[in-house]
T-cell receptor, first 110, second 114 residues
Framework: DAKTTQPNSMESNEEEPVHLPCNHS???????IHWYRQLPSQGPEYVIH???SNVNNRMASLAIAEDRKSSTLILHRATLRDAAVYYC???????????FGKGTRLHILP | NAGVMQNPRHLVRRRGQEARLRCSPM?????VYWYRQLPEEGLKFMVY????????ESGMPKERFSAEFPKEGPSILRIQQVVRGDSAAYFC????????????FGSGTRLTVV
């Protein structure tokens, strides 16, 4: 899997939007951008993925730069339950394993 | 539609004993992955299995660790002669064949070696 770079930690206030950045300058044409999160004492949870176009689902939105060298996970209205480590992962179309990096630890302030 | 089931949730073993961790994938999922997370560290890939086949074991320690996914029954991660350094959370994930969407993870087994 190609390398991604994320900030170690971020803080946000409750009920405000959160933008979690990810740089992936070496992304290849067939790499999908996946986001997972891991809440305390739980297993990772799939959040969203995309290839070129922006994506929305009930959990979050994924904004992908036009050159695909970066992306942003957007939580539209953070709650305390969104406090977790968020992982940005590149996964080639044919790959069958996901490699986790260090992720971004998101703190939500009440 | 149950998710990925791992048991036990917590396991305590004395040094030198064997640990067996079980993972039942989601219904319809034929691929299983095991990950290990040491305290305060990230998730490390261990092994990827399909029914009766080990596809990728590049993350498995060379000794004492083995995994299987039989035709019937759960996937088993087996650790022989456990040592204190094996204390960690072990997560299992499953996916359908060639899943672009992503994996579904279980809640993990927390192994403590005393």
């Amino acid at each position: 899997d190609a390398k991604t770079t994320q900030p170690n930690s971020m803080e946000s206030n409750e009920e405000e939007p959160v933008h979690l950045p990810c740089n992936h300058s070496t992304i290849s044409g067939t790499d999908y951008i996946h986001w997972y999160r891991q809440l305390p004492s739980q297993g990772p949870e799939y959040v969203i993925h995309g290839l070129t176009s922006n994506v929305n689902n009930r959990m979050a939105s994924l904004a992908i730069a036009e050159d695909r060298k970066s992306s942003t996970l957007i939580l539209h209205r953070a709650t305390l339950r969104d406090a977790a480590v968020y992982y940005c992962i590149l996964r080639a179309d044919r790959d069958d394993k996901i490699i986790f990096g260090k992720g971004t630890r998101l703190h939500i302030l009440p | 539609n149950a998710g990925v089931m791992q048991n036990p949730r917590h396991l305590v073993r004395r040094r030198g004993q064997e640990a067996r961790l079980r993972c039942s994938p989601m219904k319809g999922h034929s691929h299983v992955y095991w990950y290990r997370q040491l305290p305060e560290e990230g998730l490390k890939f261990m092994v990827y299995l399909q029914k009766e086949n080990i596809i990728d074991e590049s993350g498995m320690p060379k000794e004492r660790f083995s995994a299987e996914f039989p035709k019937e029954g759960p996937s088993i991660l087996r650790i022989q002669q456990v040592v204190r350094g094996d204390s960690a959370a072990y997560f299992c994930a499953s996916s359908p064949a060639r899943a672009i969407r992503g994996y579904t993870f279980g809640s993990g087994t927390r192994l403590t070696v005393v």
